[in-house]
């Protein structure tokens, strides 16, 4: 088992940044990859960034430049950099962890960017 608590969202305005945090415990040694995703009101969750344990990162092309993901492996937690944000990136961040048994999901924390 796995567990993901994710924190470090709120309200900012457009232009602000936020840095929200993932922090694994349990069965960490097992994790291939952690990512994070978004849902925005009304619509479908999509993803964000991925990085996995050979260090490859990736991104939403569409968010690449503004959105950094980086972890600390002695923490055993996962970050997400997020600049120059904007309106529409407002949405629960969730952070998810692969195994090679299952994914597992965090509870997710509100990003709410007004303008």
């Known amino acids: 088992q796995v567990q993901l608590v994710e924190s470090g969202g709120g309200l900012v305005q457009a232009g602000g940044s936020l840095k929200l945090s993932c922090a694994a415990s349990g069965g960490t040694s097992i994790i291939n990859a952690m990512g994070w995703y978004r849902q925005p009101p009304g619509k479908e969750r999509e993803w964000v960034a991925t990085f996995n344990s050979g260090g490859i990162i990736d991104y939403a092309v569409s968010l690449k430049g503004r959105f950094t993901i980086s972890s600390n492996n002695a923490k055993n937690t996962v970050y997400l950099q997020m600049n120059s944000l904007k309106p529409e990136d407002t949405a629960v961040y969730f952070c998810?962890?692969?195994?090679?048994?299952?994914?597992?999901w965090g509870q997710g924390t509100q990003v709410t960017v007004s303008s």
């Open positions: 998810k962890a692969v195994t090679p048994l299952r994914a597992y």
